[in-house]
């Protein structure tokens, strides 16, 4: 974990019963003023990022703009009724397909329920909730212009993003209104003012650079069961913050751990609470496995 990330992330002590989670988590839902959502992992040792940007999937996150085409070629009736590319990367998260987009929850006890997933029996570890406070500048709705620009970074190239990373870098503080100017008239801003156009003919093509380094969280429609279900939204990164790149209001994030030993009877405290797999995902599919699960022997 890098130097930064330790300073914006705060641990808290483990948490091995339902109501101790639920007791640490509404002191800190009523100390932290801003907007909060929550994520949860079964790993604690896993970071906060979109699965597009695990090392793992480096070659995936190379053809980003690649793979999104071939997921539309492939089933464009799916994807007929999205308006612009939030939409689409939502719907593809939905699928699978990993995105630039970090799953979170409005409602803390969903996101134990992930954090309490055991995993595979050779692959046990504590599970983490992680809280997020999100300041009111980073806080967007789906039809912002600035989800609309971190979004269509997914229709770029590989080389013309690093490019955009490099010419941000440059940006100086000394006439910085002309430095934005001078950065957008640049071939490959122009080419990304291209792509928001295209969903939204009315946009101004005056992209400030540092904002494409910035995650928001997005309000997103809530068209989707399970996003619904969930209580979902997401947070949506950019471009990966390098050095020489600094910005204000920084999300800030806080772990709750929860021990391996204590992940089935906090399972079963939620299930008695109604949240499950069949609730948390309203597919027919899962809801046809739990039944079966109900009258298996």
Not at 42 to 55: D, G, H, K, M, Q
Not at 139 to 144: G, H, L, Q, V
Not at 188 to 201: G, N, T
Request: glycine share 4%.
């Amino acid at each position: 974990m890098s130097m930064n990330a330790s300073k914006r992330i705060q641990s808290i002590k483990k948490l091995n019963t339902l109501q101790a989670y639920i007791t640490e988590m509404t002191a800190y839902a009523s100390a932290q003023p801003l907007f909060k959502c929550y994520r949860g992992q079964r790993n604690s040792r896993w970071e906060n990022i979109p699965a597009l940007f695990r090392p793992e999937l480096a070659k995936l996150a190379e053809n980003e703009k690649q793979a999104v085409r071939d997921l539309v070629s492939i089933h464009p009736r799916e994807f007929s009724d999205d308006e612009t590319m939030f939409d689409r990367l939502v719907r593809m998260q939905h699928f699978g397909l990993p995105s630039r987009l970090l799953d979170v929850s409005q409602n803390p006890l969903v996101a134990l329920y992930f954090a309490t997933d055991p995993g595979p029996p050779d692959q046990e570890a504590d599970g983490a909730v992680t809280a997020f406070a999100i300041p009111e500048e980073r806080e967007k709705y789906f039809d912002s212009d600035a989800v609309s620009c971190l979004a269509n970074l997914a229709n770029m190239t590989a080389e013309e993003k690093t490019e955009i990373a490099k010419l941000g870098t440059r940006q100086s503080a000394a006439n910085k209104e002309e430095e934005i100017k001078r950065l957008n008239g640049e071939t490959v801003y122009q080419r990304l003012h291209q792509f928001i156009r295209s969903e939204k003919p009315h946009f101004l093509p005056i992209i400030e650079p540092i904002d494409l380094f910035k995650p928001y969280y997005v309000h997103p429609k809530m068209s989707n069961r399970r996003i619904l279900a969930q209580a979902g939204g997401f947070i949506i990164h950019g471009l990966l913050k390098s050095r020489g790149i600094r910005f204000r209001h920084q999300i800030k994030e806080t772990k709750f751990i929860i021990p391996m030993g204590a992940k089935a009877s906090l399972r079963a405290s939620l299930e008695l609470l109604g949240i499950n797999d069949s609730t948390l995902f309203p597919e027919l599919d899962r809801a046809a496995n739990r039944i079966k699960a109900t009258y298996s022997v």
